[in-house]
């Protein structure tokens, strides 16, 4: 059940396990980080979603109503009109559709 060690093994052992750790923390630091990075791709695409779907909103209720359409919400804005389709958030325009 117990093995015998000869001198110097228990240090081979010591720094086997050591390296052992530093490779799970490694891995799990590497993990984290994509994970992080998934987390913010997702966010982005959450907001550029919600963006074409104000966007769709927007032209819809311009085609119907026949003149410029402002539609806000969350904290987005759209503006439709006879030639392009802009959506903003906090001053930033986020997608811009224009008529060719």
Known sequence: MFRQFKKGQPAIILGESMMALAIAAISAVFL???LNGLNQQQKQADVRL???????????????????????????????????????????????????
């Open 32 to 34: 984290m980080i994509g």
């Open 50 to 100: 919600m963006a074409c779907r104000l966007a769709k909103e927007a032209g819809d209720e311009f085609k119907e109503q026949k003149h410029r359409v402002s539609i806000v919400q969350a904290s987005m804005t759209a503006t439709a009109d006879q030639d392009q389709v802009v959506v903003e958030q906090a001053g930033r325009c986020i997608l811009k559709l224009e008529r060719r």
